[in-house]
């Protein structure tokens, strides 16, 4: 229950520099006889920065995720008391300005063995091959009565291939918390059972996820600070939401996960205290409700309130209080 782990920090005027050695999770018990794996985690990464100017700034970094003992006692495919999975996160991100406007990058690639036994009877020593990318671009435009900001963003993350082929192919994160949309982004996490607030209780978690892993998604929107009242800022955000690659059970080949419009306002009250009022609905799309409509059809009518012509959009009011200390 304890964080075990050590961070170095070293930066001059052009360039910082950060490592980390660490513990993600620990087990005494180690591998026993019938157990699934132990549950030895370990971390280890290095972040640079070039701090550029104020036309533009960069960086790379590897993260190293170590998980010892990997399958039970007796799974002669991995070994008697099984392999360690290596998964390598390298990536590079860099943001360019030019008077008002900015662009940003960033690209992820895996690397590493893969050694999880596998639930869908697939090999046991895969490699990790899966690659993400965001780039997100705007301009801060200023128009006497207002400040506007116009904005997009894309990102995609890699699905899985083939089980059975020796690769896994879907990006793999060790920390994500990509989250999209108010709705989507808010929900992301997946809950147990049907009737949960989650977008992610269906087909086991499956929709809804905090990494890009198997995701394209894009997003544009506007903001707005009126120069008579500085500490408001309110803005319209559109996202449309799909997997990268069809893995979800029962959606019949469709990819579109579903499309989502919100509107946020935001009262800057000081530095460290501020008020967001948001205002979102989230439209499923082909892929949900083909997932729905095959549920429904399997349990009969009716069932979690479901008809046979898919899911309901979600609505959203929320009040957020953000108080930094």
Same mark, same amino acid.
């Given at each position: 229950?304890?964080?075990?782990?050590?961070?170095v920090?070293?930066?001059n005027?052009?360039?910082?520099?950060?490592g =980390?050695?660490?513990?993600?999770?620990?087990?005494?018990?180690?591998?026993?006889?019938?157990?699934?794996?132990?549950?030895?985690?370990?971390?280890?990464?290095?972040?640079?920065?070039?701090?550029?100017?104020e036309?533009?700034? @960069?960086?790379?970094?590897?993260?190293?995720?170590?998980?010892?003992?990997?399958?039970a006692?007796?799974?002669?495919?991995?070994?008697?008391?099984?392999k360690?999975?290596?998964?390598?996160?390298?990536?590079?991100?860099?943001?360019?300005?030019?008077?008002?406007?900015?662009?940003?990058?960033?690209?992820?690639?895996?690397?590493?063995?893969?050694?999880?036994?596998q #639930?869908?009877?697939?090999?046991?020593?895969?490699?990790?091959?899966?690659?993400?990318a965001?780039?997100?671009?705007? #301009?801060?435009?200023?128009?006497?009565?207002? $400040?506007?900001?116009?904005?997009?963003?894309?990102?995609i993350g890699s699905?899985?291939?083939?089980?059975?082929?020796?690769?896994?192919r879907?990006?793999?994160?060790?920390?994500?918390?990509?989250?999209? @949309?108010?709705i989507y982004?808010?929900?992301?996490v997946?809950?147990?059972?049907?009737?949960?607030?989650?977008?992610?209780?269906?087909?086991?978690?499956?929709?809804?996820?905090?990494?890009?892993?198997?995701?394209?998604?894009y997003?544009?929107?506007?903001?707005?600070?009126?120069?008579?009242?500085?500490?408001?800022?309110?803005?319209? $955000?559109?996202?449309h939401?799909?997997?990268?690659?069809?893995t979800?059970p029962?959606?019949?080949?469709?990819?579109?996960i @579903? !499309?989502?419009?919100?509107?946020e306002?935001?009262? #800057?009250h000081?530095?460290?205290v501020?008020m967001?009022v948001?205002?979102?609905?989230?439209?499923?799309g082909?892929?949900?409700?083909?997932?729905?409509?095959s549920?429904t059809?399997a349990?009969?009518? @009716? =069932?979690?309130?479901? !008809?046979?012509?898919?899911?309901?959009?979600?609505?959203?009011?929320?009040?957020d209080?953000?108080?930094?200390?």
């Amino acid at each position: 229950t304890a964080l075990d782990a050590a961070r170095v920090d070293w930066s001059n005027d052009q360039v910082g520099v950060t490592g =980390i050695v660490g513990k993600i999770t620990g087990s005494a018990l180690g591998v026993q006889a019938g157990a699934a794996s132990a549950t030895n985690v370990d971390i280890h990464g290095i972040a640079a920065t070039l701090k550029g100017n104020e036309m533009w700034n @960069g960086g790379a970094y590897v993260w190293r995720q170590v998980t010892h003992n990997q399958g039970a006692v007796g799974n002669t495919d991995i070994g008697v008391l099984g392999k360690n999975d290596f998964l390598y996160v390298l990536g590079v991100k860099g943001k360019v300005m030019a008077g008002p406007a900015w662009v940003a990058l960033e690209v992820a690639k895996n690397f590493g063995e893969n050694r999880a036994r596998q #639930a869908d009877g697939g090999p046991s020593g895969r490699s990790y091959t899966g690659y993400a990318a965001k780039l997100d671009l705007g #301009a801060k435009l200023e128009m006497g009565v207002a $400040a506007v900001t116009p904005w997009a963003h894309a990102g995609i993350g890699s699905g899985g291939g083939s089980a059975h082929d020796g690769k896994n192919r879907a990006f793999t994160a060790i920390s994500p918390d990509y989250r999209p @949309g108010a709705i989507y982004g808010r929900f992301a996490v997946a809950t147990a059972g049907a009737n949960t607030a989650s977008l992610g209780a269906r087909a086991g978690g499956t929709f809804a996820s905090t990494s890009l892993s198997n995701r394209t998604v894009y997003g544009f929107g506007v903001k707005a600070n009126p120069a008579a009242v500085n500490k408001l800022t309110t803005g319209l $955000a559109f996202w449309h939401l799909n997997f990268t690659t069809e893995t979800a059970p029962n959606i019949e080949g469709k990819k579109h996960i @579903g !499309s989502e419009i919100d509107w946020e306002t935001t009262w #800057a009250h000081s530095e460290n205290v501020s008020m967001t009022v948001t205002l979102g609905q989230f439209l499923p799309g082909g892929a949900i409700n083909a997932n729905v409509q095959s549920n429904t059809a399997a349990a009969g009518p @009716g =069932i979690n309130g479901a !008809s046979q012509r898919g899911s309901n959009p979600a609505k959203m009011a929320a009040f957020d209080l953000r108080v930094k200390f």
